[in-house]
């Protein structure tokens, strides 16, 4: 099969969508009206959106605080566009540093008690470019089953050797950990909060298994920030900023922008800044997101309210979608999956809900296991009771036809 006939046979040949991932290619789901991806917002107000003029309370959104329609949030990116324009036109690595970029990297340094930080375009540019920088053909990495794409690709990328433990056992990294000697470069990774179960990883013992077996310990926070520990994260949510080595987290989350950026001690991001390949070869952050993320750590700093209240929607969610009999997996943060095992069953749910006028997310092959296919719901600082409301009544009333 050519190079370009295998893109024609993904629409056309079942077994090729299959070899490829995907039980259903999109054009079949497009013809049986289950195909829920890349659906064109008219306009978003954060917890709302409008599709060909209906709105949908939206709850499949990451912008955990709601601070992307903040005033102070949205005055600071204009500002920032008055100032320095639209973009950077350059790389970091040449002539797309702003002292913006400078003082954001120092703010977030002390945000999550590191030495330094380093910001990148975005956040999968983040893990592509870190994990690939440090790890090198005599190092191991050691990650959680179920951490993000970036950090697979990242891994990937290194030329270093690849372990995978089961999701949050620290019996089988342990296991995998004793295999190795204590002079050999160890570097275990692991999302903060996971992404699609909303689970949290259990970091008090990932310290002290990398404390004993000499290995380093690099934490993905994109969706802790904003949730856990006040707003900065795992680390603080379980008290042990000192005992992680490498913070990664993003923007495109609770920071209302988009990019990211690693931290760590000053000579790991030295080493960084000057060997990520996806940071010295793309174009930097443009300066009105940076400014926005620099109003962002203001706004959690001097407003806990919205940190609160988006932990307490997130129990409520749990609790009562648990006492209603859905299966909502380990969760332990806003991120609610409701677990359905059937894919096909999953994307009628999605579609059943839409046309109740809730918006949710679909996680099908490949990115969870065929057998918990999921709906994944998120929950936004900014949702009203009445919204909350209504979407546990919708949830309440059609649980027959979703499970």
């Not at 039980?23 to 060909?52: C, H, K, S, W």
């Not at 979608?321 to 095992?341: E, F």
Request: charged fraction near 25%.
């Amino acid at each position: 099969m050519s190079l370009f006939e295998k893109c024609k046979g993904f629409y056309s040949d079942p077994a090729v969508a299959q070899k490829y991932g995907y039980p259903v290619n999109p054009r079949t789901a497009q013809a049986m009206g289950l195909y829920p991806y890349f659906i064109p917002l008219d306009q978003t107000e954060g917890t709302e959106v409008t599709i060909e003029g209906k709105k949908l309370i939206m709850i499949g959104s990451n912008n955990y605080l709601g601070l992307t329609t903040h005033p102070k949030v949205k005055e600071a990116a204009i500002e920032a566009i008055r100032k320095y324009g639209t973009s950077c036109t350059g790389s970091r690595f040449l002539n797309g540093t702003l002292h913006l970029h400078i003082e954001l990297e120092n703010r977030l340094a002390e945000f999550v008690d590191m030495k330094k930080a380093l910001v990148f375009s975005t956040g999968f540019q983040t893990n592509l470019g870190s994990i690939s920088a440090l790890v090198g053909s005599e190092d191991v990495v050691i990650t959680d089953r179920e951490v993000h794409a970036s950090i697979i690709d990242g891994v990937r990328m290194s030329r270093g050797q690849r372990a995978f433990f089961k999701h949050n056992d620290m019996d089988d990294l342990e296991r995998i950990l004793k295999k190795y000697p204590r002079e050999k470069g160890k570097l275990i990774i692991v999302d903060g909060v996971f992404s699609m179960g909303g689970d949290i990883a259990p970091l008090p013992e990932l310290v002290a298994l990398s404390k004993k077996y000499s290995a380093q310990l690099m934490v993905d926070d994109a969706h802790s920030f904003g949730v856990l520990g006040g707003g900065r994260g795992t680390a603080f949510h379980f008290n042990c900023s000192k005992d992680v080595d490498l913070v990664m987290g993003t923007f495109s989350k609770s920071f209302a922008s988009i990019g990211g950026f690693i931290a760590g001690s000053e000579e790991v991001v030295d080493w960084i800044r000057h060997f990520a390949r996806p940071l010295i070869f793309s174009a930097s952050l443009p300066a009105p997101n940076v400014a926005t993320v620099l109003a962002v750590i203001d706004v959690i700093e001097k407003e806990p309210e919205h940190v609160e209240r988006i932990n307490r929607i997130g129990e409520r969610i749990r609790k009562e979608l648990k006492a209603m009999g859905y299966n909502i997996g380990n969760s332990q943060t806003p991120i609610v999956p409701i677990i359905i095992g059937d894919m096909m069953k999953t994307m009628q749910a999605w579609k059943t809900l839409f046309e109740e006028g809730i918006y949710t997310n679909v996680a099908i092959p490949p990115a969870v296991p065929a057998d918990t296919c999921l709906l994944r719901t998120s929950y936004m600082a900014t949702h009203t009771d009445g919204q909350l409301d209504k979407v546990l009544q919708t949830f309440k009333r059609i649980r027959q036809v979703l499970c």
